[in-house]
């Protein structure tokens, strides 16, 4: 048993119905008492999608238990048939259905069910969502594609995007372009988009694209051994990933590289002269293991940031995820634990996060600014305008987005200058921001679904501990001095102060202590 | 004598028949309800003892995604708690330990059941009992199902006031209750107008924290102020306290009926009622009015979920206007929604529990002006060009009593309003 407080991935059948759900002509169902059904609202809220998922839960309720849950099942399976005629069908048992054993399964293969049923094995107490998402996948494919004749043209496939994927929809579009620009056409795009008769089909191409290993990696090495077809390594976030990218396309298809850059601005922006106040910022990197291992590279080697720490919540990834860490020199941090995430962001004080919609919260509470690189997703997450992560224009959306929650250049210094103006000053805020950006105590209720919900209020118990055992106590004009230094740094200031001191021994702090401490940590 | 709303000439929807269709139900299980509960109980805690889906859920439903850390969490099976029960008991005790231990602030701590719980018969009664005893005074342990295989969404508030009502302390004195989890400010209306009326003692359930006052006796009469109350009721009545049945207050019509048939039981005058109930009613049906003005003549059609489908129905029809179509409800309690029935003209589908699919169906055949429903189906209706409210709005929104009268039409107004706003076409 273990207590939970936010979770960062759902259970696996939320996985397999993102599958289905970014498909088409699939329909899933889902053994499941009544209330699993809010999954729906997952997708028809965050994902704003105007049909609701292809799912239909057996809703069993308690008198059902002791009656007979297995026809219960039955005859949801033959009455979403009818209704929905899918070309194929998964089966499968969400958490409490998988403890009545009514094995879906095998019942449906009883039913003479006229198109494939594939049945799912996802063991919920185990399991979580990015494998319940891979798992299926994996499960369609092996049931459905076959080996086949290449097509003449070079094809591949863009594996891995499904419903709720965070920014599936853009990258499909990015690479389907930048793939057409080196003569390869895309031949299906799985599990987005794509129909079971398109699954059967996928054999055709000469390559998989693997776009997100979290939910198609299974896939991707089933395809290599029974479909002789080689999958790509490298996902193309960042310049260097892009361009690394194109070298592996280009070597797995026997073509030339080529990537047009025309509008590939990240790199410029970077070197301008306006960037310089990003060199060296104390970045901490948090979200699923394929978009943090991206984000590190072009933080570190793009923006010129300063990963002071990393970590994944999907263990799947953390093998990477550590080696990548060791060679930036930072421990990482693998858990799904959401207050273990908060502290170690307390621990480092970094001066930005790149994290998920939780570490954005924490930002929020903590004053320090944030920008979201991977799912959990939100409301936010799915813009209205084109917004990829990989290729050309992924560079340049990240590179718009990460500089966005930051105070900018010369604002730093103004700031700095004019602390005490009652209009600029820190607590206002980046000017770009509108209104007041970092209220550290208060939490936010959140977008959409539901507005008006009861006022939350902050519970969380921020107060700052330093480390040593030794109380340390701020003289009076320290602590004046130390409210100068701009809101962004203060927490950085204090406790590389603190530290400073408890490492001498000394206990109160003076003015003298806070510039001794800032000359020692000067870089 | 005030005026008082009449019952519709052609009779009242009590003894209609009502469509009972078994197949999908689209609703939330009763979990949902910590949402609120835990911002209405001050120094209460909800454990849930489930699966990752619960936490998930809890996260997801609502949107409400605080990220402070709230004052509820889920303790998630594992494979080895599902193993062997005793091991499960031993678990929950460390989870137990380790939460108390953090939030010395908790008084009162909910275990709340869930389907997985309930399945593998996981005795949560027994595990309160035990640790009632183990951290009394200073933390009272109850528990609760909030699972989906036992209730439906605002059924979980049922099911968590019904476990209070039992230890709940004796008393004789005369007084009133007013039972529901109300947002504050609504609950200060409704106990400040009553007060005027010279009501009183008035106590609430439940009350915002565990060391008030609140006792329970044969002297207690008790007025619901949510429809979903029906396991409380019945506890309350086991304790020796007397109901007062109304229709629920809703709207200037339903507020004054519910206030009417509390004041009767405490011998308050016509003039007294009249001096305290004259000038909000007037502000209520004026705000009504004006809110209600898109609404009047149009159709409506109600999904089943909170619960509240029948009273608001009835205010709809009777107050704005509307026409309704169909009036789900995930279940029906005549002794608890009877006066609502009795208001609401015949006409309407009344149908009990679901099967999604079929009322889907129904509902695109009807082609409702509004379409009242849950967080699953209303952007599906919206593309198909069906104007929807989201029903768990209702639920989280300040809309009982006279002042929240015309914010109770607004809300159904609103999306009316905005599809006529949007000109997304050229102009030709």
Known sequence: ?523 | MTELPRIPTGGGCREEPILKQRGQREVFCGLTGIIWLHRKMQDAFFLVIGSRTCAHLLQSAAGVMIFAEPRFGTAILEETDLAGLADAQTELDKVVDQLLARRTDIKQLFLVGSCPSEVIKLDLSRAAERMTEKYAPSVRVLNFSGSGIETTFTQGEDACLAAMVPVLPKTDEKQLLLVGALPDVVEEQAVSLLQQMGIGPIKVLPAPRADSDLGIGENTVFALTQPFLGDTHAALERRGAHHIAAPFPFGEEGTTAWLRAVADQFDVTDETFARVTDAPRARARKAISQASESLRGKSVFFFPDSQLEIPLARFLTRECGMDAIEVGAPFIHKGIVGPDLDMLAKGPVLSEGQDVDLQLDRCRAARPDLTVCGLGLANPLEADGLATKWAIELVFTPVHFYEQAGDLAGLFSRPMRRAGLLKLEAAE
């Open chain 1, 1 to 523: 048993m273990k207590l939970t407080v936010w979770t960062y991935e759902g259970p696996p059948h939320v996985g397999a119905m993102r599958v289905a759900t970014g498909m088409k002509g699939l329909h899933y169902v889902l053994h499941a008492p009544q209330g699993d059904t809010y999954a729906d609202l997952l997708f028809t809220m965050i994902e704003r999608r105007d049909h609701r998922p292809p799912v239909t839960y057996t809703t069993f309720q308690a008198r059902d238990l002791g009656a007979d849950t297995a026809n219960l099942f039955k005859q949801s399976l033959q009455e979403a048939y009818d209704r929905f005629q899918p070309e194929a069908l998964i089966v499968g048992a969400s958490c409490t259905a998988e403890l009545i054993q009514d094995d879906p399964g095998g019942m449906s293969e009883t039913m003479g069910i006229p198109v494939p049923v594939i049945p799912l094995e996802l063991p919920s107490y185990q399991r979580k969502e990015n494998f319940g998402a891979d798992e299926t996948f994996f499960q369609i494919v092996r049931a459905l594609a076959k080996p086949m004749e290449k097509t003449k043209r070079i094809t591949c496939n863009l594996i891995g995007p499904t419903a709720l994927g965070f920014r599936h929809r853009d990258d499909i579009t990015e690479l389907t372009g930048l793939l057409s620009d080196m003569g390869i056409s895309v031949n299906a795009v799985a599990p987005m988009s794509s129909t079971p008769s398109d699954i059967a089909r996928l054999g055709q191409a000469h390559f998989n694209v693997l776009m997100y290993p979290e939910t198609a990696e299974t896939a991707a090495r089933w395809m290599e051994r029974e479909l002789d077809q080689p999958f790509t390594k490298t996902v193309p976030i960042g310049v260097g990933a892009t361009r690394d990218f194109v070298a592996e396309v280009a070597s797995i298809a026997g073509v030339a590289p080529y990537l047009d850059d025309s509008r590939l601005r990240l790199p410029w922006y970077s070197k301008s002269v306006d960037s310089t106040y990003l060199t060296g910022k104390r970045v901490f990197l948090f979200g699923d293991g394929t978009h943090v291992l991206a984000a590190a590279r072009v933080a570190r080697d793009e923006m010129g940031f300063e990963v002071v720490g990393l970590g994944c919540y999907n263990r799947e990834m953390a093998r990477s995820v550590r080696e990548m860490a060791r060679d930036y020199g930072v421990e990482a941090l693998i858990t799904d634990d959401y207050l273990e995430v908060e502290r170690r962001i307390e621990e480092l004080q970094p001066e930005m996060i790149l994290g998920t919609q939780m570490e954005r919260h924490i930002g929020k509470r903590l004053g320090i600014p944030c920008a979201v690189i991977s799912a959990p997703v939100h409301v936010q997450d799915f813009p209205a305008r084109y917004s990829p992560q990989m290729g050309v224009e992924g560079a340049n959306v990240i590179f718009d987005t990460w500089v966005h929650p930051l105070v900018m250049g010369l604002e730093e210094h103004l700031l700095h200058m004019f602390r005490d103006d009652f209009e600029f000053n820190d607590a206002a805020g980046a000017s770009h921001h509108g209104g007041h950006a970092p209220k550290p105590q208060t939490a936010e209720g959140g977008q959409p679904p539901a507005p008006a919900a009861p006022p939350p209020e902050f519970e969380g118990k921020m107060t700052a501990e330093s480390g040593s055992s030794v109380t340390i106590v701020w003289l009076e004009d320290a602590e004046r001095e130390l409210k100068k230094i701009p809101f962004f740094v203060r927490g950085k200031a204090r406790r590389n102060t603190e530290t400073f001191a408890s490492e001498r021994g000394v206990e109160e702090i003076s003015v003298d202590t806070l510039y001794e401490a800032k000359a020692h940590y000067a870089r």
